[in-house]
């Protein structure tokens, strides 16, 4: 009997020496008695005092860091506690070793410290995976040349690729933790790996990591059902569900045995809807008009906070994937997420109030002192600006730069290139009939040009893309212009495809054939439009159906906002009679816009314009119809659907 009770004491002994060490020792900022932040079994504990957590995703990097601390306080004011965020690798390091943190808006610690400010804790979601609907999950392209990698495991050049990011991080973030006198009160190891996989050594390593840069609690978040709770627990983490928090909650407690990883119960993500993609039959996700989803989410939120668990709203601000910055996921087909991460969230995408967020806040307002949250602002109106025509100064092709001339295509990521497009050029010295095949598949959208006119486009994001039959003569010169639309960003062991996680690759992967011959010789140009054309260079030819892409450029004034609110000058940019491609203002990409919708307008923050003075809009049309484009500002925005032009 001694020795089964010994072997009970020690087995005990070691559950609560892995329970503690979620507890880190006190620091010379907080008493013995009171450790800043930690948890029981019920509840998260702050100084000693529960603590419910009432909280929503916001990700700095999606939002204008001069409206940061606007953001913020309206999270405040309606009654959140606490932000969590996303950081993105890709943006903080864009090369490897080449730390970007400089840069206005990657200064995390910066939107910690406005968030503390304004009264609100905050949530560290590091990654180095994040999903996010963000390009490759937020990991920067030039992962994919590291030989031998293989993302999302214990791999070892990932785990060292991985391990320098978060220690870099942790760097600009360490000071800020609550045992520091700071908002950081938790971090999460990896983000929904039990949807992934079920490599534990890579998932306990991470723990490592962060457990040597961070001494508050780390915690998981998963999918609430058994396969994702038991693929990505991790021993001495705190285990958290995202999704439904009915069933979630249940499933939580049923599944996870390790008495390390269980405590309070917090919905991780309580998703207020979902994220758009680009399709012609893919309309706008909102709750507007939809009162069954609005009192659902009511329900909800009393089911949560009633019991005194914690929630994150996923997400209470979306923002913008400016730029190339939205991902995608692989359905067979390319999922591609809009420019606009509006996501129907409560606080809209160019930051004003909803009628859902204050649905929200008076849902929340019965579980907090009356009095204790301040009062939001009134919407401030946006800028109407009337109709900017637009010219065309050069066709991309004629300004293409540097070339590599090869016996077989290359991809985007081996021209060490990390978005935008890449240009694939043949000049035909054979006779070649039949259909095109640009390499194993469309990687993602491919304009097919011969003599300098289009004759099709073979697009991804349909599962049976069109086809284009070519008939090519010595002589004619074929070009392939690929279009990155975003990498894959999310793959579950559910999906029933290929790990796309696992093939970031963009551009062509293989051969180019016609018919049943391959096409060998190219020169290839890479093209990644860091920024819009800066030359004027007139074509000999008229802009028509058909022609190669063009630059059109126009200038405007923005008149009538307030110099000294630069959201008076917040708009949203339409070019109603654009096809596809980019714009910019001021230089400053904002991001793709494509007549097939929902999106049909671009969120121009005031932040870009210049008040009272001349503006430049750059549009690149990559399917221009004529001489003209036109662009104005509106501020009531639109989300419509129209046909393809370019699939039958």
Same mark, same amino acid.
């Given at each position: 009997?001694?020795?089964?009770?010994?072997?009970?004491?020690?087995?005990?002994?070691?559950?609560?020496?892995?329970?503690?060490?979620?507890?880190?020792?006190?620091?010379?900022?907080?008493?013995?008695?009171?450790?800043?932040?930690?948890?029981?079994?019920?509840?998260?504990?702050?100084?000693?005092?529960?603590?419910?957590?009432?909280?929503?995703?916001?990700?700095?990097?999606?939002?204008?860091?001069?409206?940061?601390?606007?953001?913020?306080?309206?999270?405040?004011?309606?009654?959140?506690?606490?932000?969590?965020?996303?950081?993105?690798?890709?943006?903080?390091?864009?090369?490897?070793?080449?730390?970007?943190?400089?840069?206005?808006?990657?200064?995390?610690?910066?939107?910690?410290?406005?968030?503390?400010?304004?009264?609100?804790?905050?949530?560290?979601?590091?990654?180095?995976?994040?999903?996010?609907?963000?390009?490759?999950?937020?990991?920067?392209?030039?992962?994919?040349?590291?030989?031998?990698?293989?993302?999302?495991?214990?791999?070892?050049?990932?785990?060292?690729?991985?391990?320098?990011?978060?220690?870099?991080?942790?760097?600009?973030?360490?000071?800020?933790?609550?045992?520091?006198?700071?908002?950081?009160?938790?971090?999460?190891?990896?983000?929904?790996?039990?949807?992934?996989?079920?490599?534990?050594?890579?998932?306990?390593?991470?723990?490592?990591?962060?457990?040597?840069?961070?001494?508050?609690?780390?915690?998981?978040?998963?999918?609430?059902?058994?396969?994702?709770?038991?693929?990505?627990?991790?021993?001495?983490?705190?285990?958290? #569900?995202?999704?439904?928090? =009915?069933?979630? /909650? @249940?499933?939580?407690?049923? +599944?996870?045995?390790? *008495?390390? !990883?269980? $405590?309070?119960?917090?919905?991780?993500?309580?998703?207020?809807?979902?994220?758009?993609?680009?399709?012609?039959?893919?309309?706008?996700?909102?709750?507007?008009?939809?009162?069954?989803?609005?009192?659902?989410?009511?329900?909800?939120?009393?089911?949560?906070?009633?019991?005194?668990?914690?929630?994150?709203?996923?997400?209470?601000?979306?923002?913008?994937?400016?730029?190339?910055?939205?991902?995608? #996921?692989?359905?067979?087909? =390319?999922?591609? /997420? @809009?420019?606009?991460?509006? +996501?129907?969230?409560? *606080?809209? !995408?160019? $930051?004003?109030?909803?009628?859902?967020?204050?649905?929200?806040?008076?849902?929340?307002?019965?579980?907090?002192?009356?009095?204790?949250?301040?009062?939001?602002?009134?919407?401030?109106?946006?800028?109407?600006?009337?109709?900017?025509?637009?010219?065309?100064?050069?066709?991309?092709?004629?300004?293409?730069?540097?070339?590599?001339?090869?016996?077989?295509?290359?991809?985007?990521?081996?021209?060490?290139?990390?978005?935008?497009?890449?240009?694939?050029?043949?000049?035909?010295?054979?006779?070649?009939?039949?259909?095109?095949?640009? $390499?194993?598949?469309?990687?993602?959208?491919?304009?097919?040009?011969?003599?300098?006119?289009?004759?099709?486009?073979?697009?991804?994001?349909?599962?049976?893309?069109?086809?284009?039959?070519?008939?090519?003569?010595?002589?004619?010169?074929?070009?392939?212009?690929?279009?990155?639309?975003?990498?894959?960003?999310?793959?579950?062991?559910?999906?029933?495809?290929?790990?796309?996680?696992?093939?970031?690759?963009?551009?062509?992967?293989?051969?180019?054939?016609?018919?049943?011959?391959?096409?060998?010789?190219?020169?290839?140009?890479?093209?990644?439009?860091?920024?819009?054309?800066?030359?004027?260079?007139?074509?000999?030819?008229?802009?028509?159906?058909?022609?190669?892409?063009?630059?059109?450029?126009?200038?405007?004034?923005?008149?009538?906002?307030?110099?000294?609110?630069?959201?008076?000058?917040?708009?949203?940019?339409?070019?109603?009679?654009?096809?596809?491609?980019?714009?910019?203002?001021?230089?400053?990409?904002?991001?793709?816009?494509?007549?097939?919708?929902?999106?049909?307008?671009?969120?121009?923050?005031?932040?870009?314009?210049?008040?009272?003075?001349?503006?430049?809009?750059?549009?690149?049309?990559?399917?221009?119809?004529?001489?003209?484009?036109?662009?104005?500002?509106?501020?009531?925005?639109?989300?419509?659907?129209?046909?393809?032009?370019?699939?039958?």
């Amino acid at each position: 009997m001694e020795e089964v009770f010994l072997q009970s004491l020690i087995c005990l002994l070691a559950v609560l020496a892995s329970v503690w060490a979620v507890e880190p020792l006190p620091s010379a900022t907080e008493s013995a008695a009171a450790p800043a932040f930690t948890y029981d079994r019920q509840s998260f504990l702050l100084h000693g005092e529960p603590y419910v957590i009432i909280g929503g995703q916001m990700d700095p990097q999606r939002i204008p860091p001069a409206y940061w601390r606007d953001r913020l306080f309206k999270a405040r004011a309606m009654g959140l506690n606490t932000i969590f965020s996303y950081v993105y690798w890709n943006l903080l390091e864009p090369g490897r070793g080449q730390w970007k943190v400089g840069e206005e808006g990657n200064d995390i610690a910066g939107f910690f410290r406005t968030a503390q400010e304004e009264g609100l804790n905050v949530v560290l979601r590091p990654g180095p995976y994040i999903c996010g609907e963000r390009e490759w999950g937020g990991f920067p392209a030039w992962l994919s040349q590291v030989p031998g990698i293989k993302v999302r495991s214990s791999n070892g050049p990932f785990m060292e690729a991985a391990e320098s990011y978060l220690n870099r991080l942790a760097d600009d973030l360490k000071e800020l933790q609550v045992t520091r006198g700071g908002p950081l009160l938790m971090v999460q190891v990896e983000n929904e790996y039990g949807s992934y996989g079920e490599d534990h050594n890579y998932t306990q390593g991470l723990r490592d990591i962060l457990r040597n840069n961070f001494e508050v609690p780390l915690y998981t978040n998963d999918g609430g059902v058994d396969w994702t709770l038991e693929g990505g627990e991790v021993p001495g983490v705190l285990a958290e #569900i995202d999704g439904d928090p =009915t069933s979630g /909650f @249940t499933s939580r407690d049923r +599944y996870i045995l390790d *008495l390390t !990883e269980l $405590g309070p119960l917090l919905d991780g993500e309580y998703y207020t809807l979902a994220p758009d993609t680009w399709g012609s039959e893919n309309p706008h996700n909102t709750a507007v008009g939809q009162p069954p989803q609005i009192q659902q989410f009511v329900t909800d939120l009393d089911y949560v906070l009633g019991a005194n668990n914690s929630i994150s709203l996923y997400m209470f601000h979306g923002g913008t994937n400016f730029g190339f910055s939205n991902g995608a #996921i692989w359905k067979n087909y =390319t999922a591609a /997420f @809009t420019t606009s991460y509006d +996501y129907g969230a409560p *606080l809209d !995408e160019s $930051g004003r109030t909803t009628d859902l967020y204050f649905t929200f806040r008076d849902t929340i307002q019965k579980y907090l002192p009356q009095g204790s949250i301040p009062e939001p602002p009134e919407n401030v109106p946006l800028l109407e600006i009337s109709n900017i025509s637009l010219t065309p100064t050069v066709s991309l092709f004629d300004i293409l730069g540097k070339k590599i001339t090869t016996v077989q295509p290359v991809t985007m990521e081996e021209l060490d290139q990390a978005y935008g497009l890449v240009l694939y050029e043949h000049k035909v010295t054979n006779t070649f009939q039949g259909n095109l095949q640009p $390499g194993d598949r469309a990687r993602d959208r491919v304009i097919v040009y011969v003599n300098g006119t289009r004759r099709g486009v073979i697009d991804s994001t349909y599962s049976r893309p069109a086809q284009v039959n070519l008939s090519l003569h010595p002589g004619d010169k074929l070009q392939l212009l690929v279009e990155n639309l975003g990498r894959v960003d999310y793959w579950s062991r559910e999906s029933g495809t290929f790990v796309a996680l696992e093939d970031p690759y963009k551009g062509i992967v293989g051969n180019v054939t016609i018919g049943s011959e391959v096409v060998s010789g190219w020169d290839v140009y890479s093209l990644p439009l860091d920024e819009p054309a800066a030359v004027s260079k007139p074509s000999s030819h008229a802009v028509a159906t058909g022609s190669p892409p063009v630059f059109f450029r126009g200038t405007f004034r923005a008149e009538g906002g307030n110099t000294a609110d630069p959201a008076t000058l917040d708009t949203f940019l339409a070019v109603p009679d654009g096809v596809k491609g980019n714009v910019w203002v001021n230089g400053f990409n904002l991001g793709r816009f494509w007549v097939v919708g929902p999106q049909q307008s671009l969120y121009l923050p005031g932040t870009i314009l210049r008040p009272n003075e001349e503006n430049e809009i750059v549009v690149l049309e990559l399917e221009p119809n004529g001489e003209s484009l036109t662009a104005f500002g509106t501020a009531q925005r639109r989300w419509a659907n129209y046909p393809d032009p370019d699939y039958p």
